[in-house]
Nanobody, 122 residues
Framework: QVQLVESGGGLVQPGGSLRLSCAASGFTLGAKAIGWFRQAPGKEREAVAC????????IYADSVRGRFTISRDNAKNTAYLQMNSLKSEDTSIYYC???????????????WGQGTQVTVSS
C-alpha cells in the first residue's frame, strides 16, 4: 500500500522550532520529488517547499525562505521539514506529497499524507 504519514506537528511558541517528518511506505521515496504544503481553515493550499529526487534541488516559498529547510533521507525513506523562527502565520495543517517533478504546483503531486497540525501561539 502506497502511503505517506506525517508526524512532528504540535503547539509551539512564536520563535520556536519544529521538525516535521514524512515517512513513506509501499514505494521508494528516493525516486520521487517531495513537496510540503500547508492549508489553514478558509484559506487556499499553499506550497511551502519542495526537493527534487535527482540533484537535491530545493525551492522555497518566499514566506519561509531562510527559516524552513526541506531535506530527505532516502535510506530511511523519510523526508523532513525543519521549521525555525516560527510565526503565528505559520499555523496550519502541513502535508507532504510526492510526484515526478519538484514543483510548487500542488496539482503535480499524486500521493499525499493525511496532514499534521502546526499551531504557533503564545
Amino acid at each position: 500500500q502506497v502511503q505517506l504519514v506525517e508526524s512532528g506537528g504540535g503547539l509551539v511558541q512564536p520563535g520556536g522550532s519544529l521538525r516535521l517528518s514524512c515517512a513513506a511506505s509501499g514505494f521508494t521515496l528516493g525516486a520521487k520529488a517531495i513537496g510540503w504544503f500547508r492549508q489553514a481553515p478558509g484559506k487556499e493550499r499553499e506550497a511551502v517547499a519542495c526537493i527534487s529526487s535527482s540533484d537535491g534541488r530545493r525551492i522555497y516559498a518566499d514566506s519561509v525562505r531562510g527559516r524552513f529547510t526541506i531535506s530527505r533521507d532516502n535510506a530511511k525513506n523519510t523526508a523532513y521539514l525543519q521549521m525555525n523562527s516560527l510565526k503565528s502565520e505559520d499555523t496550519s495543517i502541513y502535508y507532504c506529497a510526492t510526484g515526478d517533478i519538484a514543483t510548487m504546483n500542488f496539482r503535480r503531486y499524486d500521493v499525499w499524507g493525511q496532514g499534521t497540525q502546526v499551531t504557533v501561539s503564545s
